[in-house]
Each structure stands twice: as structure tokens, then as C-alpha cells.
Nanobody, 127 residues
Framework: QVQLVESGGGAVQAGGSLRLSCAAS????????MGWFRQAPGKEREFVAA????????MHGDSVKGRFTVSRDNAADTMFLQMNGLKPEDTAIYSC????????????????????WGQGTQVTVSS
């Protein structure tokens, strides 16, 4: 199975942008549906975005629609999260997750279904 490592987090001012990366080890990355989740202190884990195995289908959480975009590069075994128009309420630890699926066009939005998780990367947005 793959192992996941996130990068690209940091501290930005409101209105700024960041691009998170989730690099997967192994050569089976294209077999996994991928997702991004975030968790702020004292809050429950929140769905941010998900992308199908072949990248043809994406879904974004209501709180980030129109500002965040998920994508993946299967040749590079990497998933991305482009975050624009950041707000202080976007401050959280962002984690990527993977779930092995047969269908190339499956989307998974429930954290409990994902089998593999990265360690997370901190995103801090100041006002």
C-alpha cells in the first residue's frame, strides 16, 4: 500500500494562496481515490475535497467551493490542493487520505472509509 506525505503548508495572510501537495510512495497511486480533510483545534475533522482515481471527478466541501481546487498527477504519484482566497477560518491541519477502489470514477467523502492517512501539514491564516 502507499504511504502519504503532505507538504506546502505554512502561514499566510487572509486573501493569500497556498498549494498543498500529497506525495505517495509506491507505484499503485493510480489505484486509490484520494481526499483532503482538515481539522482545527477543538473541531471535528472536515471534508475538504476528493478526487477519483483517474482525476475525472472531483468534489469540494461547501466551505471551500470556488476557492480550493483538488487535482492529481498520476505520473508523479502526487495530489494537490490549490487554496486561493484563504480565510482565517481555513486555519487547520490538512491531511490527505487514500482508499483503494476498483472503480476509476469513485469519489469518497467520508473520512471513516479512507484507509491510509498522511501526517498532516499546518495551514495558518491570519487576518
Amino acid at each position: 500500500q502507499v504511504q502519504l506525505v503532505e507538504s506546502g503548508g505554512g502561514a499566510v495572510q487572509a486573501g493569500g494562496s497556498l498549494r498543498l501537495s500529497c506525495a505517495a510512495s509506491g507505484r499503485t497511486f493510480r489505484s486509490y481515490v484520494m481526499g483532503w480533510f482538515r481539522q482545527a483545534p477543538g473541531k471535528e475533522r472536515e471534508f475538504v475535497a476528493a478526487i477519483s482515481r483517474d482525476g475525472s471527478i472531483t468534489m469540494h466541501g461547501d466551505s471551500v467551493k470556488g476557492r480550493f481546487t483538488v487535482s492529481r498527477d498520476n505520473a508523479a504519484d502526487t495530489m494537490f490542493l490549490q487554496m486561493n482566497g484563504l480565510k482565517p477560518e481555513d486555519t487547520a491541519i490538512y491531511s490527505c487520505a487514500a482508499d483503494r477502489t476498483i472503480s476509476p470514477q469513485t469519489i469518497v467523502t467520508l473520512a471513516s472509509i479512507y484507509e491510509i492517512w498522511g501526517q498532516g501539514t499546518q495551514v495558518t491564516v491570519s487576518s
